[in-house]
């Protein structure tokens, strides 16, 4: 079966950083773009960072040049350094897996801002 475990997520304080991984199982990792999202309470699912099968990224504007995705393929992770957090970057932060039609999701990590 497919696997994608979030962990890494927790209390931070405010200009602090936390680095969030997924490791994946069931799929060959190599040929998926991995994403990051993050939803925080009563507000819609977004888009925080992509990295594409060859290595291409893209951030959302509210996390650009504070937060880094890259993966490992041999060791079929994903991460996300996160700098430079702020109260409004807290949320529960979900990892995605997509090759073309195919759609997988972890169930999530919590990240929290706060002093």
């Known amino acids: 079966q497919v696997r994608l475990v979030e962990s890494g997520g927790g209390l931070v304080q405010p200009g602090g950083s936390l680095r969030l991984s997924c490791a994946t199982s069931?799929?060959?990792?190599?040929?998926?773009?991995m994403a990051w999202y993050r939803q925080a309470p009563g507000k819609q699912r977004e888009l925080v960072a992509v990295i594409s099968s060859n290595g291409r990224t893209t951030y959302a504007d509210s996390v650009k040049g504070r937060s880094t995705i890259s993966r490992d393929n041999p060791k079929n992770t994903v991460s996300l350094q996160m700098n430079s957090l702020k109260p409004e970057d807290t949320a529960v932060y979900y990892c995605?897996?997509?090759?073309?039609?195919?759609?997988?999701w972890g169930q999530g990590t919590q990240v929290t801002v706060s002093s």
């Open positions: 995605k897996a997509r090759y073309i039609n195919s759609d997988y």
């Open positions: 069931g799929i060959i990792f190599s040929a998926y773009a």
